[in-house]
């Protein structure tokens, strides 16, 4: 595109950035110097267009060459302050970009920008200065102080939203830049506040999306001033509007604390289940999952609400967030000790109803949770109520009807569920119902080892073996349980996902060294196999490490242990006083909780989260009550000390306390973990090579050579003296390249050009569509001339033979009147054939619905016009070409007898000319002419067809000729003759042919075409009209219609494209046409003129 | 890949989705380009008039940090694909003045005048955005700048066509072999490839 532009703008001024920009774009090889150059000298051209230009690409000349950058700024920066205000813009444009990236580096560019930005009327200068004034900030808190100022004045002053707004953005950048140096800035958040609730309360969408949107970042640091509207997020959240009501839940994230995060989720679960659109409902979980999980669950006072919230969520129908419900479920299970009770009550109350969750093949997202729920089952199996049940539920048949990585972790689960029955029951010396579990494990699980997945189906051989073991051990009356649970001995501990990476490399430890001495090049393969087996060999005899004694590990681990211990990031084995309790083998434990009773432990039947809503109310009131008569005893104390508090009561944050003492695990970090956080930056960023110093001096290999006036004054050092040389040197070259290309482009065009035309043809001819139009055509002939002959076959069908010479001699009064009757209709006839023909095509053309023509009666057309006439004989004709045949038209003349003559020998002959001729006969010459082959009774009218060869169709012309005929009556025959010119417009090579829009559009993209427009004014006819008119008198098709506006189609024997816009005024029509030969088009529509003329 | 482009696209559709001006900025394949466009519109078509401009992207595009603002016009969708650096409110008027242009240059602007004027439309568009970033803002400007340009065709046009239509003229009438178009059955449709505008 960009050559092709550059093409067809023939000012070679405008033309210059975008060859840079193509080279720019284009270049794999070294950096072009003359590229360079070219845009550096744009940079100060005369023309502001040009320099605005130059500028703007400079940009994507700094992400292909960052080297460029240092170089060329002192220029850029020059730009900042061009007289022309779009020049401005542009360099401003470019480095608000440049610095969006690497701020830093523009830092001193400030006092410019601040120039700028008082002076400036240009809203968008306005805006681009303020946004990167908002980058900036961070890196300079004092920048941000002298920037409230004049920022808050605009905030007052201006009418512009879109100022206001990035005002407030930058206002908010700067407060937060400053929040940890200046704390005393509320005015100004009042004032951003202020200004955001007005834009959120505005009717217009965009604002209050806008208003939402700048209020989430304030959020961010000042938390307490969004919160006072809290009341105006809740209502986003009602908002019709999607995009509206995700930026609320957005800003919903910060808002929540221990005390309202219930009341919070609450009210999400009810649009949980209002949503309509799944992506909506999705987003609203995943919500909900972030805003209670979010800083390791700071906000949630009651795991048990929790658990419960997330069970209610594995109701939702088609989410596919089914497996970060689950993974809550493992956190929080995993995390939380206390809670384990309660979600192990849960997960097998999910796991026992697990056909509700994965009956339907839609709510395949939400099985996941059963992972989850089945290895919580099983991992904490010691605080199930009725194991045996939920393992009966866990091997259901049902179950393999789950995805496979689920069920593996089915199988893998029951053990342990198998493991802690056992011993449930050894203890309880109940050795028939251990064989009874057993048993059933060993009925259920060959239903796992049919699985098709790999994964199940190893898991279950591997255990159904173990089991088939197990029980041989029971029928000996063999204790086995101990050993079985130890399979599942120790505790799992979450380890953070980032633990791996941050494993500090040993000293020492080079992993790029090579272990082995790498094997020598000049080895064959068929070595190798024997070299591996003698290592193999020299393995087994090499002495192996002494073995550890148990002293000797026992030292090592208490060496760990203190490690450990003292390692800030370990925290696992940093052992508290619970912690230790909790390790104590054999001792299920609920930490040191006061668990409130009022919470009940396991609530019949799916707890609805709502029950926990209330009861914590309860518990919270119980408790502040506690409190406060705690603080009276306190107070009254007090005031016996005569000091007195004044104590209101506002219930903060932190006098909220949990239901549980929860214990919250930290995730596992690897011992010695570097507490480094800046291990995300992605080594492809290209802005990260313009991360480039541009205050340091240009070093002298930096420095581009510059062009200077002949006569200025700065040619005094000899350095500079070189430098035009230079220029020039590598000036030359590109001249010439661009010829070279230039002449490439044009051959290539050529090429294309001719490939595209066939495509497109390809993809615009219908099948069948044209042959089918053309046998339209020749059934109407056929009528015409077979009516007449076919008619009496009914009625005399002995008279066959004879029916020439009955034609010829004595026609019957019956057929005479017949074929008045079809003189009369004929017109008529015509016009019902011809006249469906377009609309037929136009249907055809239009896949779009948008353009089709509605029914309205249409005046008759019809296409014959008069040729010649005399009183014996009236000629009218018409000329059709058709697409098979590029150089010849067809010529219908209808001949029709005026007189009380029988006509005969009728001969037709024109003056053929170098451009056209008629098609005669073998062996004739030009002279001669093509005999009528029928004759004519007084009355009766035919058609005779005549084809023309034609070389170029591109011009209209006429061409003389002469029809001769006998005309007998009673009197006698006489010679007569009539002298015609026939005319074939431009028109007439046309062929109505059918066009696919997409086709259409490609065709006019390619940009072959030359384009030429006509305006005819005091048109009273209705579009339709007009547009059925061009369709069949200009043998075009509609493309797409819309409104008063249509395109159209046609094509010519020879293959030209013909487009045209039609656009109806008040009074007036203009065409536009573009067509592949200029000559053509402007033909056609001096043609469509006298058309139009006549509406 | 990292997006180097602040205007990451803008597309044009009408109401039944049918494309009429697609720029990208950045290079995608075809059928992605395609894809984009029609899930651009679905996003866009299930909203109403009265509703916010803005639409976060999110997977379609350029991810999170790039949103689809559009404007909807008569039966038309504009739609511009950018990032955060630029100003929502300020992309908006920005459509306005591409559209207000597109009316000053084709008298009574009506989609079809995209695609039958293509050239000049994606001239246009290159006088507002170049490169994928914003050029001009000023609607005089640009109008400006593209009657210079018609000017200069008109000039070129003239001087140049003039004698080319003769000559054609008269070439056509003797040569008795004139180049023609063969049609060939089995050639595949060559679609021609978007990128190259970008």
Known sequence: ???????????????????????????????????????????????????????????????????????????????????????????????????????????????????????????????????????????????????????????????????LYECVNTVIAVLISLSSGMPNHSASIQLCVQKLR????????????????????????????????????????????????????????????????????????????????????????????????????????NFEWYISILVELTRLEGTRHGHLIAAQMLDVAIR??????????????????????????????????????????????EHLQEPQQTLEAMLRPKVTTLPGHIQAVYVQNVVKLYAAILQQKEQAADTSAAQEVTQLLVERLPQFVQSADLEVQERASCILQLVKHVQKLQAKDVPVAEEVSALFAGELNPVAPKAQKKVPVPEGLDLDAWINEPLSDSESEDEKPKAMFQDEEQRHTKPRAPEADEQELARRREARRQEQANNPFYIKSSPSPQKRYQDAPGVEHIPVVQIDLSVPLKVPGMPLSDQYVKLEEERRHRQRLEKDKRKKKKRERERRGTRRHSSLHTESDEDIAPAQRVDIVTEEMPENALPSDEDDKDPNDPYRALDIDLDKPLADSEKLPVQKHRNAETSKSPEKE????????????????????????????????KGEDLDFWLSTTPPAATPALEELE??????????GQEEPRGEEQDAEEDREQDLEKKPSKHKKKKHKKDKEERPKDKRKSKKKVPPADEEAAEPVENGTLEEEPLPPMSSYILLAENSYIKMTYDVQGSLQKDSQVTVSVVLENQSDSFLKSMELNVLDSLNARLA????????DGVPVPFQLPPGISNEAQFVFTIQSIVMAQKLKGTLSFIAKNDEGSTHEKLDFKLHFTCTSYLVTTPCYSDAFAKLLESGDL?????????????????????????????????????????????GHHVCLLVKKGEKSVSVDGKCSDPTLLSNLLEEMKETLATC | ?????????????????????????????????????????????????????????????????????????????????????????????????????????????????????????????????????VLETNMNEIVAQIEAQNRLEKSEGGLSAAPARAVSAVKNINLPEMPRNINIGDLNIKVPNLSQFV
């Open chain 1, 1 to 163: 595109m960009l050559g092709c532009r550059a093409a067809s703008c023939p000012g070679d001024r405008p033309r210059q950035p975008e060859e840079l920009m193509a080279r720019a774009d284009s270049g794999s090889g070294p950096w072009p110097p003359e590229g360079r150059l070219g845009s550096w000298t744009q940079m100060s051209h005369t023309k502001p267009y040009i320099r605005k230009k130059a500028v703007l690409i400079m940009y994507k000349v700094f992400l292909k060459y960052p080297e460029s950058l240092r170089p060329a700024f002192p220029r850029l920066k020059e730009k900042l302050e061009d007289p022309d205000p779009g020049v401005q813009s542009a360099a401003v444009n470019v480095i608000c970009e440049l610095a969006r990236r690497n701020p830093k580096n523009y830092l001193s560019l400030a006092p410019l920008f601040f120039k700028l930005m008082t002076s400036s009327t240009n809203n968008w200068v306005l805006i681009k200065i303020i946004k990167l004034f908002g980058a900036l900030t961070p890196l300079e808190p004092r920048l941000g102080k002298k920037l409230i100022e004049p920022l808050t004045n605009l905030i007052h002053s201006t009418s512009a939203m879109s100022l």
């Open chain 1, 198 to 301: 007005i834009l959120i309360e505005d009717s217009d969408q965009n604002l209050k999306y806008l208003g939402l949107l700048a209020m989430s970042k304030i959020l961010r640091t000042h938390p307490k001033s969004v919160q006072a509207h809290k009341d105006l997020v809740l209502q986003c959240l009602d908002d019709k509007d999607e995009s509206i009501r995700l930026r609320a839940l957005d800003l919903l994230y910060g808002m929540v604390s221990k005390k309202n995060l219930m009341e919070i989720v609450k009210k999400l679960m009810t649009h949980v289940d209002k949503a309509e659109g799944t992506t909506y409902r999705d987003e609203l979980l995943t919500k909900i999952i972030d805003i209670c999980s979010q800083s390791n669950y700071q906000h949630i006072t």
């Open chain 1, 336 to 381: 939380v000790k206390a809670i384990r009770r309660f979600a192990v009550a849960q997960m097998s109350a999910l796991l026992d109803s697990a056909h509700l969750v994965a009956s339907s093949p839609q709510r395949s997202g939400i099985c996941e949770v059963l992972y989850a729920a089945a290895w919580i089952c099983g991992e904490f199996s």
């Open chain 1, 722 to 753: 070189d430098v035009p040389l230079v220029e020039k040197k590598s000036k030359k070259p590109k001249k010439k390249e661009k010829k070279h290309k230039e002449k490439e482009r044009e051959k290539k065009k050529k090429e294309v050009e």
């Open chain 1, 778 to 787: 020749v059934n109407t002939t056929v009528t015409v001339l077979k009516e």
């Open chain 1, 920 to 927: 005669r006969p073998e062996g004739s010459s030009v002279h």
């Open chain 1, 1010 to 1054: 030359s384009m030429s427009s006509i305006k005819v004014d005091g048109i009273s006819m209705s579009f339709h009209n007009l547009l059925a008119k061009i369709c069949f008198h200009h043998r075009f098709s509609v493309v797409e219609r819309v409104d008063s506006c249509a395109s159209m189609y046609s094509r010519s024997i020879q």
């Open chain 2, 1 to 133: 890949a990292w997006r180097a482009k602040k205007i990451q696209a803008i597309l044009v559709f009408n109401n039944h989705g049918k494309p009429r001006l697609v720029r990208f900025y950045q290079r995608f394949p075809e059928e992605i380009q395609q894809q984009i466009v029609r899930e651009t519109f679905h996003l866009v078509l299930k909203r109403d008039d009265n509703i916010c401009n803005f639409l976060e992207g999110g997977s379609l595009i350029g991810g999170s940090d790039y949103k689809l603002i559009y404007r909807h016009y008569a039966t038309l969708y504009f739609v511009f694909c950018v990032d955060s650096s630029e100003s929502e409110l300020g992309i908006l008027d920005l459509i306005q003045v591409f559209v207000e242009t597109l009316d000053k240059c084709f008298e009574n602007v009506c989609e079809l005048d995209l695609i039958f004027h293509m050239d000049k439309v994606h001239y246009i568009l290159q006088e507002v955005v170049m490169g994928g970033m």
